[in-house]
């Protein structure tokens, strides 16, 4: 499914983290890509992320309880009539159709892309006003919702204490709308809102974007850091001099230690290698999804003189970052490859589609055949022939 009239390049300019915008059905024929109780039997799988918020007036008017998943097989048709809601997350991951959605979004940096969160609620469900530190497109798949927008919030808006959710104590809606199937509402990070099902079989799609806070950049850049170190690597001062205290702490030291720190975090070649293996881990590395059996270079030829697409697997992440004039570093599930020659055209196509065809005549090229093993064996890509 594509768009068929959204101007990509003046929302990045006029809306992009800037102010919610209502998208009325840009699309060139929408349907939904997937049934209520598709979503469901997800919730019940022991590797899906889910969670059940269900509305418990007995605990306090319009009180909201969260479960975890996975889930009973018949734990949905054990629901009362109050409201409640089934979040799945990174449903992409495992259905392709799903996975589709993204196309039309890519026009934001494919590392930027967290996942496709779906949910489905009933009449009155929701998981109450709250605020993300992410950019969000709320894409009705089936059924409405109403969404209230307020206010741009931040660390100090007051929340109400709660375990599992992170539910603000006041909120004041400045624009509202119903979304019906198709329609997009466009959140940027920090602005207010409350999405609450109208009517029967409401199924909306969340198509969530990372945001790297600086303490977790710095943090984790610096715990790669810290590896590679050696215990020798240690503060000297052969050109010590006498001091009038031996209390004092001199400039001269403190210059000395600030630039023991400030040099490696100054490694802009280092750093960028380093965030593209950080960006491109999985977000469930835990999931195998290595190959039954390995292959070898030598058994793809054959596939590729036959011009056998290559497919991306929907859970992992590719990203590169070039290196001079002529190559280019890939990276793919928190692994990094220097490519050059055809290997860097290869690496710049799949970034840039969920299916590569390769050019035949580069089945020859040690360099193609080695990197696409190495992605297949991983579990990044197989041949569209593949289970």
Request: with cysteine; aromatic share 10%.
């Amino acid at each position: 499914m594509q768009f068929s009239d959204f101007d990509s390049a003046a929302f990045l300019r006029d809306v992009w983290q800037k102010k919610p915008l209502l998208i009325r059905n840009p699309w060139t024929s929408w349907h939904n890509p997937l049934e209520p109780d598709e979503l469901a039997g997800l919730a019940c799988e022991p590797e899906v992320e889910s969670r059940l918020i269900v509305q418990d007036d007995t605990a306090a008017p319009g009180a909201l309880l969260a479960e975890h998943g996975p889930f009973a097989d018949d734990r949905f048709a054990r629901l009362r009539e109050s409201p409640w809601t089934l979040l799945v997350q990174a449903v992409d991951h495992h259905v392709p159709e799903v996975a589709a959605l993204l196309a039309p979004f890519r026009f934001v940096p494919n590392w930027r892309i967290d996942d496709v969160m779906v949910s489905y609620a009933s009449d009155g469900g929701g998981v109450g006003p709250h605020f993300d530190h992410y950019d969000v497109f709320l894409l009705q798949g089936l059924g409405r919702r109403r969404w209230r927008v307020g206010p741009r919030c931040d660390a100090a808006t007051p929340l109400l204490p709660h375990d599992d959710l992170r539910l603000l104590a006041r909120f004041e809606a400045t624009d509202e709308w119903v979304l019906g199937p198709g329609d997009i509402l466009y959140v940027p990070p920090g602005f207010a809102h409350d999405g609450v099902a109208v009517g029967a079989d409401c199924m909306t799609y969340s198509i969530g974007f990372r945001a790297p806070s600086r303490g977790e950049l710095i943090e984790s850049w610096c715990e790669d850091l810290v590896e590679e170190l050696g215990d020798d690597d240690r503060y000297v001062d052969p050109d010590l001099a006498l001091q009038d205290n031996p209390g004092e702490i001199t400039a001269a030291a403190i210059a000395r230690l600030h630039a023991m720190i400030t040099e490696r975090l100054a490694d802009r070649a280092g750093f960028a290698r380093w965030f593209g293996r950080y960006s491109s881990t999985r977000k469930y590395p835990e999931i195998d999804w290595h190959p039954d059996e390995p292959i070898e270079a030598g058994d793809l030829r054959g596939a590729l003189a036959e011009k056998i697409p290559l497919v991306r697997n929907p859970a992992s992440r590719f990203a590169f970052v070039r290196e001079g004039a002529d190559d280019v570093v890939l990276f793919v599930d928190g692994e990094s490859f220097t490519c050059s020659g055809r290997s860097r055209l290869l690496a710049e196509q799949i970034c840039k589609s969920d299916q590569v065809t390769c050019d035949p005549a580069w089945q020859d090229d040690d360099s193609v055949t080695g990197l696409i093993a190495r992605l297949i064996n991983q579990g990044s890509v197989a041949f569209a022939s593949d289970d």
